[in-house]
């Protein structure tokens, strides 16, 4: 079973009932016998946690918009893998918008 807390920051908490962290529990393996990744979260936060409608401003083309900086364990998800890294038991898994209004 991956475990991982999944904050939004920088007005994303908007779209998730204006809470900054959610404890998601996740099975250690999916149907298809593979593990879960950053992609399949994506998908169940939208599906299950996101109480907004305005999917566009947090996914865009089954990955996150441009201007969503993703951490993974405090690193860039740029050196794990992005989308495709699959989730340890534990990891923190940050999701932040760099785009403000001006």
Not at 29 to 46: A, D, H, K, R, T
Not at 63 to 84: C, F, H
């Amino acid at each position: 079973m991956a475990e991982s807390s999944a904050p939004g920051g920088g007005g994303l908490e908007l779209l998730f009932g204006n809470e900054r962290k959610h404890k998601v529990v996740l099975p250690a393996q999916l149907e298809n016998g593979s593990s879960p990744n950053i992609s399949f979260l994506l998908g169940y936060l939208v599906d299950n946690l996101m109480q907004d409608e305005r999917k566009d401003m947090f996914i865009m083309e089954d990955s996150v918009r441009p201007g969503v900086l993703v951490l993974i364990n405090d690193a860039d998800w740029e050196l794990e893998g992005e989308d495709a890294y699959e989730l340890q038991a534990g990891d923190t898994i940050v999701f932040v918008s760099t785009l403000h209004g001006g």
